[in-house]
C-alpha cells in the first residue's frame, strides 16, 4: 500500500472520524496492516481474490473502512455483502438512530456486466438498509455522472451509474452539491470517478465538501482524496486522554489471559441472561455494559503499554530519503506556479519524485 503515510497525515490533518480506502491493494493475509497506519483507528476490510499463479508481492482491488474508536456509537459491519468492492458498517446509538455506511471500489475494466453485477448489489443493499436509517456510499465508483466527462469515460458504465443515483434520489459532487476544489478526482483525464453520495437528508446537514488539489498533499495516487464533514445530533466521540495507556496483548501471559477469562466469566453471564430477557430497545445499554465488563477485566489482567507515534512499521531510512526528496521537488513545482504537464521541468521532476517515492515504499 503505497500511500500509507499520506493516509497517516491526511488522518491527522483532517481528524478523520470515517476513512474509506479504495484499491489499497493488499493481499488477505496482510489486511491487519490497515489497523496500524494510525493510532486511534478500527478497520473492516477486504482482499480481492486472487487468480492462481498470481505472483506479484501487492494484491489487486480491495475495499476498507477505517473508523475512530473513540466514536460514541456502537459501530458493526455489515457482513451480508455477497462482494469483495464493497464494505459497510452500521453506526448506531440510542439519541441518533443508524447511519449506514458503505464503501466501494466498483470494475474498472471494459466489461459493462461486470459493472452492472457489482451495482446491482450496492442497489440491493441500498434499498434494504435504507429503510432503516440514512445510508452514505462512498469510494471510486469507475464512472461519472458528469456530463463534461461523457467523451472520455465509459458511457455505458457512466449510464448505469445515472441510473442508480436517480432510482435511490442521490446527490452528488457537481450535481446539486457543490464542492470546493477540482471537478475531478482522476488526475490522468480529470473526470470525476470518486463519489461520496447521500439523500436529501444527510444533504441538509453538510457542511463542506471537498475535493483537495493535486500536491495539497504527499500522495503517490492518482486519485484525489474527497473530504466532507456533516452534522450529527450527538457528540460524535468519547473523550480520551492522550497519555492513556493501551492494552500490551503482545506481551501478555497465558496465566494473565487465565485471569482475563475468570474475571470476564460470571459477569457476561449475567448480561446473556439480561440480553434473553430485555427488549430490542435496550440492546445499546447490553452494548455498554459488556465494553465496560471487558475493560474492566483487561484493566486488572492485561499488562499496559503506551504508543510511540513516531514508530511506523512501514518507516524505514530509503523511505525517508524518497519522501524527503518528493516533498522537496513538490516545493519546487508549487514555486513554478503548479504547472501541469511532462513539458515542464518542475512538473516532470516532481512527478518522477513521486513516482520513486511509491516504488521504494511498497518495496520496503
Known sequence: MSSTICLSNLLKDTDCDICIISEHKLKERSLHYLSTIEKGYNCISKADALPIGYNAYHGKGGIAIL?????????????????????GIELKNQSYGSLFIFGAYLPSDDSIENYKSELSILDSL??????????????????????????????????????????????YAGGKIQ?????????????????????EIIYRKLRYYEILDEGAISSTSDHLPVVIEFETDSTPHRVIN?????????????????????????????????????????IDTIYD?????????????????????????????DVKRAHDNERSMRKLWVLDGQPR????????IYKRAKSEFRRVQASG
Open 242 to 282: 492522550s497519555s492513556d495507556k493501551l492494552p500490551a496483548w503482545h506481551k501478555v501471559t497465558d496465566a494473565q489471559i487465565n485471569q482475563y477469562q475468570k474475571l470476564l466469566s460470571d459477569p457476561v453471564e449475567i448480561l446473556i441472561d439480561k440480553m434473553n430477557s430485555y427488549s430490542f430497545a435496550d
Open 289 to 317: 455494559d459488556f465494553v465496560s465488563t471487558l475493560h474492566n477485566a483487561a484493566n486488572i489482567a492485561i499488562p499496559k503499554c503506551g504508543f510511540n507515534p513516531l514508530t511506523k512499521p512501514y518507516w524505514n531510512a
Open 67 to 87: 473508523y475512530k474508536t473513540s466514536l460514541q456509537f456502537s459501530v458493526n459491519e455489515i457482513s451480508d455483502i455477497n462482494s469483495s468492492r464493497i464494505a
Open 179 to 199: 464542492s470546493k476544489g477540482p471537478k475531478y478526482t482522476y488526475v490522468t483525464k480529470q473526470t470525476m470517478l470518486d463519489y461520496i453520495l447521500c439523500n
Open 341 to 348: 504537464g511532462m513539458h515542464f521541468d518542475s512538473y516532470r
Open 126 to 171: 441500498y434499498a434494504y438498509y435504507s429503510v432503516y436509517g440514512n445510508c452514505i456510499i462512498a469510494g471510486d465508483l469507475n464512472a461519472s455522472c458528469l456530463h463534461k466527462d461523457r467523451s472520455i469515460s465509459n458511457i455505458y458504465k457512466s449510464k448505469e451509474l445515472l441510473n442508480f443515483v436517480s432510482r435511490h434520489h442521490l446527490l
